[in-house]
């Protein structure tokens, strides 16, 4: 099973949750995590390939009553 955090660069990212069989696939959800905005790095482990994500908050919303 893959780590939960790892660090990339000194930053830390997610890993996803997902073990993808091929690159093809992999590369596709790739996209679209970048396309929301997402920093992504990918890994092979096992033979299977790994997406790693991570998003800097940009502004915060507070509740005030």
């Known amino acids: 099973m893959a780590e ?3 660090l990339f ?3 830390k990212f997610m890993w996803d949750g ?3 069989d091929d690159k093809e696939k992999a590369d596709e959800v790739l996209k679209q995590y970048s396309e ?3 920093d992504v790095k ?3 482990e096992d033979g ?3 997406l790693y994500t991570r998003r800097v908050v940009t502004e915060i919303e507070t509740d005030q009553n």
């Open 42 to 44: 990918s890994c092979n």
């Open 4 to 6: 939960q955090v790892s």
């Open 36 to 38: 929301k905005g997402f």
């Open 9 to 11: 660069d000194g930053k």
């Open 18 to 20: 997902q073990e993808y």
């Open 48 to 50: 299977k390939v790994l």
